[in-house]
């Protein structure tokens, strides 16, 4: 990775470019401390396991790939009971929007 200020980004922006399109990364820093990435269409950070499919579409710009890894553990812990009072789910949407 290349760390590069954004003064120099600017004068010369071509050639970071091309780094990036290449396969490189440049953080790009201001006073000293990183503020942004210049990554190539489609990057995955490597920690991160991506399925190819959504790889291809951040490269199309159809989605954005996730920054950090997921927590399993996130989608593995139950949802907690919630008593609806013996009302719908939609009773209750509608009556937050007065209908």
Same mark, same amino acid.
């Given at each position: $990775?290349?760390?590069?200020?954004?003064?120099?980004?600017? +004068?010369?922006?071509?050639?970071?470019?091309?780094k990036? %399109?290449?396969g490189? #990364?440049?953080? #790009?820093?201001?006073?000293?401390r990183?503020?942004?990435e210049?990554? =190539? =269409?489609?990057? #995955?950070? =490597? $920690?991160?396991?991506?399925?190819?499919?959504?790889? %291809? $579409?951040? *490269?199309?710009?159809?989605?954005?790939?996730?920054?950090?890894?997921? +927590?399993p553990?996130?989608?593995? *812990?139950?949802?907690?009971?919630?008593?609806l009072?013996? %009302?719908?789910?939609?009773?209750?949407?509608?009556y %937050?929007r007065?209908?």
């Amino acid at each position: $990775m290349e760390k590069v200020g954004i003064r120099e980004l600017k +004068d010369k922006l071509s050639l970071y470019v091309r780094k990036a %399109e290449a396969g490189g #990364v440049v953080l #790009v820093t201001d006073r000293g401390r990183i503020v942004a990435e210049l990554v =190539p =269409p489609g990057y #995955v950070p =490597p $920690m991160i396991d991506v399925h190819p499919g959504l790889v %291809e $579409m951040a *490269r199309r710009g159809e989605a954005r790939l996730p920054t950090r890894p997921h +927590d399993p553990e996130v989608y593995a *812990r139950p949802l907690p009971k919630i008593d609806l009072g013996g %009302e719908t789910v939609q009773d209750l949407i509608d009556y %937050e929007r007065g209908d």
